[in-house]
């Protein structure tokens, strides 16, 4: 059976000042496309599967430009539609040693953001597709949105497809009126299988998060926490949903450990944990993971360690790439997954 997968958000233009200035010394920018559901389209695309991604563009010359980013990494863009003023764009500061990046958004009335439902046709977008991906970041934007995404995840479910969330909670960006707990649950009730961190959990069902305090790839960690932790919020988000969670412990802005765990049908699995010491880019990780979560449960079904491991694997990779898009190949992944830590060069 051929999949593909549809995923659903906003493009956004990414200035980055180059090297490790602050915004404010900065008198020039590194323009890259990225966003949330973006990149995990392209993740997909690198990954071999068939990807489409549905979004509102305006008519000019960037959106020209970001269509053409898009499609140059094979993903589907026939059922974009067209309307609005503006791309969305961000503006990201490196990290650097003990400095935290730094992000300032300018997506206020993008044409995403004044998105209404009813303009886009769910039942064509969703002929001969067999996943829908969603995340927690438009229904932050507007209610518009929130409205239009309960409209695809219905239309999705009513002809049979396999429906996934990053919970993707953004503080910043709830500003209408509305918590993301209300926005969310009846649409995370309808949906399969979700991703998050443990924070973004907390958000949408309440329950106290487990912190991960790693600080090699060695170190073991206290899964009977862990286990608790699912429990509690396996019984509000409901027991037939798979629940992937991504722990990532920051010793410094180069140097990170890396993991995750996975709950389903009452039991959790843990992925090998991954130490990344020399950290190029983290922006997309989590959709990094999310796109190998859904890779991995299309590829291994009934495997979920090995989809776990999957995940975890590209959301590692992803640390080493420029840039919001995961440029690695399923066989790069796999690569990490089997290697023991000892090889340096592919030949």
């Known amino acids: 059976m051929e999949h593909k997968i549809v995923t659903f958000g906003e493009v956004l233009l990414r200035l980055t000042p180059p090297g490790y200035l602050k915004l404010s010394q900065t008198n020039m920018f590194a323009a890259t496309f990225g966003g949330s559901e973006t990149n995990c389209a392209v993740s997909l695309a690198h990954f071999g599967l068939k990807s489409e991604f549905v979004t509102r563009f305006p008519k000019n010359d960037i959106a020209d430009a970001c269509l053409a980013e898009l499609r140059s990494h094979g993903i589907e863009t026939a059922n974009i539609i067209f309307g609005g003023e503006r791309l969305g764009l961000y503006y990201y500061e490196n990290p650097a040693s003990q400095r935290v990046s730094k992000v300032v958004y300018d997506r206020a009335n993008s044409s995403f953001a004044t998105l209404q439902p009813g303009m886009i046709d769910w039942h064509k977008v969703f002929q001969g597709a067999t996943w829908f991906h969603w995340s927690g970041i438009g229904p932050g934007l507007s209610q518009g949105i929130a409205d239009a995404t309960r409209e695809a995840i219905e239309v999705a479910r009513k002809m049979g497809l396999k429906v996934s969330c990053d919970l993707n909670y953004r503080k910043n960006l709830w500003q209408y009126g509305k918590s993301a707990q209300e926005i969310m649950q009846p649409m995370l009730a309808l949906t399969d299988v979700l991703f998050g961190t443990g924070s973004e959990y907390k958000v949408v069902y309440g329950v106290e998060p487990v912190a991960f ?60 944990t991954h130490a990344i010491e020399h950290v190029v880019d983290c922006v997309g990780v989590g959709d990094a993971f999310a796109a190998g979560m859904i890779y991995g449960l299309i590829n291994y079904p009934g495997d979920d360690a090995s989809a776990l491991e999957f995940a975890v694997a590209a959301g590692t990779l992803k640390n080493t790439i420029y840039g919001d898009f995961n440029l690695v190949s399923a066989e790069e992944v796999v690569a990490l997954m089997q290697s023991t830590g000892g090889e340096s060069i592919s030949r």
Request: charged share 30%.
């Open 213 to 272: 305090k790693a600080r090699s790839a060695e170190e073991s960690i206290d899964l009977d926490r862990y286990q608790r932790f699912f429990e509690a919020t396996s019984a509000k988000a409901g027991a037939d949903k798979k629940l992937f969670l991504a722990l990532r412990n920051t010793l410094d802005a180069n140097h990170h450990i890396f993991t995750g765990l996975v709950w389903a049908d009452g039991k959790m699995i843990k992925a090998r």
